[in-house]
């Protein structure tokens, strides 16, 4: 069960920390319905059966598709919190464009509680802060939504610290989600931050090792001595790194919900995590 890694809460909401991103129940290219409609769902279903009690979507997954399928797959959601985003607009497979107006953000919350048949979304997470748009004027949309009780809590996703405090000038956030994973560590900065002032910090991309897992490697060595998968060690570590941390991997695989899941059991040696911390 997950709730061995630790909860974070959220409006009030206490989750397990390890939880479940969603983007890839989609099609190919995070485009259309999944070949495979029933066995998506099912994944959605297995992960929250093994403790899973937050799950991060987006508008843009599908577009619409992910939103929709955790509904069809676990409405109404009892304990399990669905997050979920705005800000980015889709013209086709693995195309990505930031759109920060404010009245797209409001139209695009509305859309998201139809989908997930919500009065509030838990929580609501700018996509991207559009660079082509005054940051003040998006983070004032949140505000808006937050004051009129369309959302519980309101969070950041790729920001800098600057950025952080430049939006909390304005609107109270709840949580970052920045890319963060063994070997890609640059937002270690916003991650202190983020611990310093209680925010949580949620890494996308969270089992990406790239080389370190290669054949003959040393997280495959390490894994192979432990007696886990490489991406059981990446979560564990992600997990023990900061409280604060909420790992969401992602797939659309019961065995690969099963393994990940499977993360928050396993508690890294001192010398183990050392080992892993020095790897980047």
Request: overall charge negative; hydrophobic content about 40%.
């Amino acid at each position: 069960m997950t709730s061995s890694a630790g909860q974070f809460t959220i409006a009030g909401q206490a989750v397990n920390r390890l939880g479940f991103g969603a983007m890839r129940i989609t099609g190919p290219g995070v485009w259309g319905y999944p070949s495979d409609r029933e066995g998506a769902k099912q994944v959605v279903r297995r992960a929250v059966e093994l403790g899973v009690t937050f799950i991060d979507t987006a508008d843009s997954y599908g577009p619409c598709v992910s939103e929709e399928l955790i509904f069809e797959a676990i409405h109404p959601y009892g304990e399990v919190m669905i997050a979920t985003k705005a800000g980015q607009l889709r013209t086709g497979p693995n195309q990505w464009i930031p759109c920060g107006r404010p009245a797209y953000l409001r139209q695009q919350c509305e859309l998201s509680l139809r989908r997930l048949g919500q009065d509030s979304l838990d929580l609501f997470q700018l996509h991207r802060v559009d660079p082509t748009m005054d940051a003040d004027e998006q983070f004032g949309a949140l505000r808006e939504l937050l004051d009129e009780g369309k959302v519980r809590a309101v969070g950041l996703s790729e920001v800098s610290v600057a950025q952080i405090e430049q939006a909390r000038a304005i609107v109270p956030i709840t949580t970052v989600q920045n890319m963060y994973n063994l070997s890609q560590r640059q937002s270690e900065d916003v991650l202190d931050h983020c611990e310093s002032l209680g925010i949580g910090f949620i890494p996308w991309f969270p089992v990406a090792s790239g080389t370190l897992a290669r054949e003959g490697g040393p997280l495959e060595a390490l894994a192979a001595s432990t007696g886990v998968t490489p991406a059981q060690l990446s979560l564990a570590w992600l997990l023990r790194r900061s409280p604060v941390m909420m790992p969401i991997p992602g797939t659309s695989s019961v065995a690969h919900v099963e393994e990940n899941c499977a993360a928050s059991g396993v508690v890294l040696s001192d010398d183990d995590y050392e080992v892993l911390s020095s790897l980047s």
